[in-house]
């Protein structure tokens, strides 16, 4: 009717008074920029600066990354790095020290097999750990200065015995024998007492510490058994080739001689016992005295060396 006005179709949030001036925005959207529906660049102090980077096509956000996840991978990656050049560097370096100290290259490599040996059993284990549980990166590292440092250690024991026993005129079955019977006992016990301090980090919270325990314990106990049963099996194949491709400026210790050095340091230990051990145990306190001291904690993104990706 005259005079009367009649309104016009309506949408929700849209005014009926006529229609918009806003612009050609959507329905219920700011005129402000070009935001979705619904949001609004009021009372933030971006807000202008981001519409403005927005309409030149300029990303206006920075999204950065953190949080435990992040770190954890960082830990992984430069764990497995250090790992791949620690075991680079030191497995031929480790081969030429134990050529000049047998004098023989095969003798030098048996030892170096017995740690190899020690180190694969017990990625094994922790493969078999890691279906089960959560498994610690830092296992790794561990298994690997355990493995070869008591492989060498055991197979440098057994060696040396038994060119000994070879040198004294015994054929090969019987020096293997020998061999076993006496540095034996000597290994197992080796292995028990690292066991036994091993199975201390049982008792510490931090999980990464229970897997050290369970590395270590792994790697000492493969070691061990490798030691009594592959390296007298090798060496009764071999006979006295175990000092073939020699060092020829070694001859005496390929032998199977004994050092005078050491012979005479042994004797003035065990006539004097308690003066050897005094200044012994002493040091060791000495060294063990920061540990009164020390704080458990698990690692978070201090422990990360400068320039890794959380620190960018």
């Not at 008074?17 to 933030?44: E, L, Q, R």
């Not at 284990?125 to 298994?143: K, Q």
Request: proline share 7%; charged share 15%.
């Amino acid at each position: 009717m005259p005079g009367r006005s009649t309104p016009g179709p309506s949408t929700p949030g849209s005014s009926t008074a006529g229609p918009s001036t806003a612009g050609p925005f959507p329905a219920g959207s700011s005129a402000a920029g070009p935001f979705p529906a619904g949001s609004s660049t009021a009372g933030s102090p971006a807000g202008g600066s981001s519409a403005r980077a927005a309409a030149k096509g300029m990303p206006a956000l920075k999204v950065h990354v953190g949080g435990p996840a992040l770190v954890d991978a960082e830990f992984q990656d430069l764990s497995e790095s250090d790992l791949k050049r620690a075991e680079a560097v030191v497995l031929p370096g480790t081969l030429i020290l134990l050529v000049l100290v047998f004098g023989s290259v095969v003798a030098a490599l048996l030892p170096l097999l017995i740690g190899v040996l020690s180190i694969a059993g017990t990625l094994l284990v922790l493969s078999v750990l890691g279906r089960v549980t959560d498994v610690s990166v830092f296992a790794l590292n561990l298994t690997t200065v355990l493995g070869l440092g008591l492989g060498i250690d055991y197979g440098l024991l057994i060696v040396s015995r038994f060119r000994e026993e070879i040198t004294g005129g015994h054929s090969a079955r019987d020096a293997a024998l020998r061999t076993v019977r006496t540095a034996g006992h000597t290994i197992v016990f080796s292995a028990a007492t690292v066991c036994a301090a091993l199975a201390t980090l049982l008792m510490f919270p931090p999980y990464f510490l229970r897997f050290f325990a369970y590395a270590g314990i792994a790697v000492v106990a493969i070691a061990a058994v490798a030691a009594l049963t592959v390296m007298p099996a090798l060496l009764t194949l071999l006979g006295k080739r175990v000092n073939a491709w020699p060092v020829t400026w070694r001859r005496r210790v390929q032998a199977g001689f004994a050092s005078r050095w050491w012979e005479a340091l042994a004797r003035r230990v065990v006539r004097r016992p308690v003066l050897a051990a005094v200044p012994v145990i002493g040091l060791l306190a000495v060294l063990a005295a920061p540990f009164a001291h020390a704080g458990f904690a698990t690692p978070d993104d201090r422990a990360l060396p400068a320039g890794s990706l959380v620190d960018k």
